[in-house]
């Protein structure tokens, strides 16, 4: 299994550009060129998540773990949902709320929920329970 606690950053990058995302998607903001719009744009976010899962996706490399082949999988589905959106001339809060329904993206964040686990220092009853 691969050593997450070198993800844990990466991870951390995609969960709160989502929820940047949702709160994106409900300021109804029109079909427009970032450029000519004012911020926040969606955009550096979603390059930011983007980057992110492909360094979670190449930490994974050639794992043969069960789990991870399910994560580098559904990372993948869900980047190529990102870069459909971010080849998108105009962005707008619509494109965006889409893209936060997908089932591809809500399974990469359901997926690093679960993995963000192994991040947590065990309690000192399951310590305890380790030792017995």
Same mark, same amino acid.
């Given at each position: 299994?691969? &050593?997450?606690?070198?993800?844990?950053?990466?991870?951390?990058?995609?969960?709160?550009?989502?929820?940047?995302?949702? %709160?994106?998607?409900?300021?109804? @903001? =029109? =079909? #427009?060129?970032?450029?000519?719009? $004012?911020? $926040?744009?969606? +955009? $550096?976010?979603?390059? &930011?998540?983007?980057?992110?899962?492909?360094?979670?996706?190449? %930490? /994974?490399?050639?794992?043969? #773990?069960?789990?991870?082949?399910?994560?580098?999988?559904?990372? +993948?589905?869900?980047?190529?949902?990102? +870069?459909?959106? /971010?080849?998108? $001339?105009?962005?707008? *809060?619509?494109?965006?709320?889409?893209?936060?329904?997908?089932?591809? /993206? @809500?399974?990469?964040?359901?997926?690093?929920? /679960?993995?963000?686990?192994?991040?947590?220092?065990? *309690?000192?009853?399951?310590?305890?329970?380790?030792?017995?």
């Amino acid at each position: 299994m691969t &050593d997450v606690k070198n993800l844990e950053k990466d991870i951390e990058v995609v969960e709160s550009g989502y929820e940047f995302l949702l %709160a994106y998607a409900a300021q109804g @903001r =029109p =079909p #427009h060129d970032e450029a000519d719009y $004012p911020p $926040p744009h969606a +955009r $550096p976010t979603l390059q &930011d998540m983007l980057s992110s899962m492909e360094n979670v996706l190449a %930490a /994974l490399g050639e794992t043969q #773990h069960e789990y991870e082949l399910v994560v580098a999988e559904d990372i +993948r589905k869900a980047s190529a949902t990102i +870069r459909f959106v /971010l080849a998108q $001339p105009k962005m707008s *809060s619509e494109l965006v709320d889409n893209l936060n329904a997908s089932i591809h /993206l @809500r399974a990469v964040l359901t997926d690093f929920f /679960l993995y963000s686990e192994l991040f947590k220092p065990a *309690s000192e009853e399951e310590t305890l329970y380790k030792k017995a």
